[in-house]
């Protein structure tokens, strides 16, 4: 996975129970998974460490990477395979066996020992102090070099500073907007390329701007014309091979609309809410994707219901609506109109907001009749034997 990615995902994770948890601690596997207002790894870590908050310090070994993600980070122990970092602050001084990937406003590497492999950072601020073993990816506004790197050296910036100890035993290349000298003693003349930085040219970025777009508006179109298919060759499906199921939603959808409406918003409010529900519990952390699965899919299946249930009761107001040919039309037809009114700025969100929720209503109305027609038995049994009955 890619390291932003990767750091991403960490976010989304566990920023949301941090929210709510003072500290929370998880190890599954030997790896161990913080979050919390302050997120402190103090033991022994037997494989790789995943840790959240608005204070993330590493004060105990990591056997394997380290993904931190917060305010303020500080990794002070060391780290025998890769670190990632993102957050405003972030303060390397612990021993790297691997590659550091670091994004700040500000970043500082500045361990005794050396950083075995290859160093990428991205801030506001860099310093680099320690020794690197591979290749050194910087990208600042101002950047101090003071060590040594034994790859190559890559920049893109405006400010670029060399300290005593500073050397490069690859090809140094500068990126700026203006000449950056560097010193003999850091690289030789001849290992060191300069790229100039220029303001870009507004009107022909436009119009490249444009170009792509007209370009790539067919790709759209395409897209969008294989997800009208794909909701069309389901509603086929369902109103061919389930026709009682259908039938009921029609039942349901012809009947009481705002109340199926309201019905819906809560329905939908319930099933999107599984998500960070399973993630505030930490163990069902590793139940979200599949949970953002049911997710995806509900919506889709609600959003199809909802579109063809309105789509009925318009044209039973003009003829009858009594065949599968006639149901797949008034289907296809729906959904091509619904599609073309989703696009429409500020309002189309709202009337798919409207009929995702008309849809949700007609499906838990539905099952909620099934459900209880089945109890209604045993409910009735259990009526009979109290003393109020006999």
Not at 29 to 56: E, N
Not at 98 to 110: I, R, W
Not at 290 to 306: D, K, M, Q
Request: proline content about 4%.
């Amino acid at each position: 996975m890619h390291p932003v990615a990767r750091l991403l995902a960490v976010s989304l994770l566990f920023l949301p129970a941090q929210a709510l948890a003072q500290d929370g601690r998880l190890t599954f596997g030997g790896d161990q998974f913080t979050a919390g207002q302050s997120a402190q790894i103090d033991a022994a870590v037997a494989r790789d460490v995943f840790a959240a908050g608005y204070d993330v310090v590493v004060r105990a070994p990591v056997s394997g990477d380290a993904h931190l993600a917060g305010f303020n980070i500080t990794q002070s122990a060391d780290v025998a395979g890769d670190l990632y970092a993102a957050g405003f602050s972030i303060s390397v001084t612990g021993k790297v066996g691997g590659d550091v990937t670091a994004m700040g406003n500000t970043v500082s590497v500045a361990s005794s020992q050396p950083v075995a492999g290859n160093l990428r950072v991205a801030g506001q601020t860099v310093t680099v102090s320690s020794e690197i073993g591979g290749a050194a990816l910087i990208t600042a506004q101002t950047a101090t070099l003071a060590s040594a790197v034994k790859g190559d050296l890559s920049f893109v910036g405006e400010n670029l500073a060399f300290g005593p100890g500073a050397r490069v035993d690859g090809t140094v290349t500068v990126r700026a907007p203006r000449q950056i000298a560097v010193p003999v003693s850091v690289a030789a003349a001849d290992r060191v390329k300069f790229e100039q930085l220029v303001a870009p040219d507004y009107a022909s970025e436009a119009g490249k701007t444009a170009e792509h777009a007209v370009r790539n508006i067919w790709p759209a179109v395409w897209g969008i014309g294989l997800w009208w298919l794909l909701l069309l060759v389901v509603g086929v499906v369902v109103i061919t091979l389930l026709p009682q199921l259908t039938q009921s939603l029609q039942s349901t959808g012809a009947t009481r609309p705002f109340r199926r409406i309201g019905a819906g918003l809560v329905t939908f409010a319930a099933v999107v809410g599984l998500v960070p529900v399973l993630v505030l519990t930490i163990f069902g952390i590793f139940l979200v994707p599949f949970a953002l699965v049911f997710v995806v899919l509900a919506c889709a299946l609600a959003h199809l219901t909802g579109t063809y249930l309105l789509g009925v009761r318009i044209a039973l107001a003009l003829t009858s609506v009594d065949s599968n040919v006639k149901r797949v039309g008034v289907l296809a037809a729906s959904i091509v109109v619904m599609g073309l009114l989703g696009m429409i700025p500020v309002i189309g969100w709202l009337l798919t907001l409207v009929v995702l929720c008309f849809g949700f209503g007609a499906i838990a109305a539905v099952i909620m009749g099934r459900l209880a027609a089945s109890d209604r038995p045993a409910i009735a049994a259990a009526v009979a034997q109290t003393p109020e009955a006999v």
